[in-house]
Nanobody, 124 residues
Framework: QVQVVESGGGLAQAGGSLRLSCAAS????????MGWYRQAPGKQRELVAT???????TYADSVKGRFTISRDNAKNAVYLQMNSLKPEDTAVYYC?????????WGQGTPRDHWGQGTQVTVSS
């Protein structure tokens, strides 16, 4: 069993900052990519940023230069530093981890795991 838990959401004013954290735990052999996605009311879930185990990153155009994703492989954790927040950043933010599970007989097939989501609200 693998669990993914986010923390750090909340309320910020436009121009402010927030830092999201996410940690995966359980029967983990390794984690490939980790990332953050978000879903605003009435909209589809969209990619915010991803980071590979080798620290290669990708960002949505809308957050480039404002958000920074980082990762601590030893802690199976990923972080999202959000600066210069805008009201349009308001959404539920979800953590994703592509986990290679660990079994008694070895490693399994990589699978997506999602956190429960954390609300980020940016006021103007």
């Amino acid at each position: 069993q693998v669990q993914v838990v986010e923390s750090g959401g909340g309320l910020a004013q436009a121009g402010g900052s927030l830092r999201l954290s996410c940690a995966a735990s359980g029967s983990i052999f390794s984690i490939n990519a980790m990332g953050w996605y978000r879903q605003a009311p009435g909209k589809q879930r969209e990619l915010v940023a991803t980071i590979t185990s080798g620290a290669s990153t990708t960002y949505a155009d809308s957050v480039k230069g404002r958000f920074t994703i980082s990762r601590d492989n030893a802690k199976n954790a990923v972080y999202l530093q959000m600066n210069s927040l805008k009201p349009e950043d308001t959404a539920v933010y979800y953590c994703n981890a592509v986990v290679v599970p660990s079994y008694v007989w070895g490693q399994g097939t990589p699978r997506d795991h999602w956190g429960q989501g954390t609300q980020v609200t940016v006021s103007s």
